[in-house]
């Protein structure tokens, strides 16, 4: 089975501060990463992914995350948050082959403070 | 946008009653897999659809039951409503081979 830590619960960072969300992930298998974002009432937005290739993957809004396949971590980066930033993020694994439910870690929220 | 609908976005009910939440796909998706996000659990993985056929469960209870119809959209039946049952209940949709879901924006339940 999969499983995935975020290690944080909460991070708090001023604008135009650089940022990382830490994920650790465990599974015996091969697997595809993803970072969901899900802004205050509203759905999961697809941020980034991770199928195959280079280990660093750009996404959307300026993110970024890099595949650590010896650490098993796939943490999320930006150089420089805005207000708009401001939401929970999720940190999910699936396997490459098989039934691909995603397991999801349980979720950052990245507060921004002006 | 993601392309993924769902509906409605609210819901309302008491205990012990019945609801059915839809989802339509993406264009050209053939996979739907629900979710449920709730407070003391997290986002957890309930069922999957593959053109109509049920692939995999995780999760969910025997109060609940989905299905995927032939024009491919999908519903989740909740039955006998417990308060615990009150969650944002998510429905994604894949492309076969794809390895990326695609979420809608959600059925927010609540059961009073």
């Known amino acids: 089975a999969q499983s995935v830590t975020q290690l944080d619960s909460q991070v708090p960072v001023f604008e135009e501060a650089p940022v990382e969300l830490r994920c650790n992930y465990s599974?015996?298998?091969?697997?595809?990463l993803f970072w969901y974002v899900q802004y205050p009432n509203q759905g999961l937005q697809l941020l980034l992914k991770?199928?195959?290739?280079?280990?660093l993957v750009k996404g959307i809004n300026g993110f970024e995350a890099e595949f650590n396949k010896s650490q098993t971590s796939f943490h999320l980066r930006k150089p420089s948050v805005h207000i708009s930033d401001t939401a929970e993020y999720f940190c999910?694994?699936?396997?490459?082959?098989?039934?691909?439910?995603?397991?999801f870690g349980q979720g950052t929220r990245l507060t921004i403070n002006p | 946008d993601s392309g993924v609908t769902q509906t409605p976005k609210h819901l309302i009910t008491a205990t012990g009653q019945r609801v059915t939440l839809r989802c339509s796909p993406r264009s050209g998706d053939l996979s739907v897999y629900w979710y449920q996000q709730s407070l003391d659990q997290g986002l957890q993985f309930l069922i999957h659809y593959y053109n109509g056929e049920e692939r995999a469960k995780g999760n969910i209870l025997e109060r609940f039951s989905a299905q995927q119809f032939p024009d491919l959209h999908s519903e989740l039946n909740l039955s006998s409503l417990e308060l615990g049952d009150s969650a944002l209940y998510f429905c994604?949709?894949?492309?076969?081979?794809?390895?990326?879901?695609?979420f809608g924006p959600g059925t927010r339940l609540l059961v009073l």
């Open positions: 599974s015996s298998v091969s697997v595809y």
């Open positions: 991770y199928l195959s290739g280079s280990t």
């Open positions: 994604a949709s894949s492309s076969t081979g794809s390895g990326t879901q695609y």
């Open positions: 999910a694994v699936t396997v490459i082959q098989g039934a691909q439910k995603l397991v």
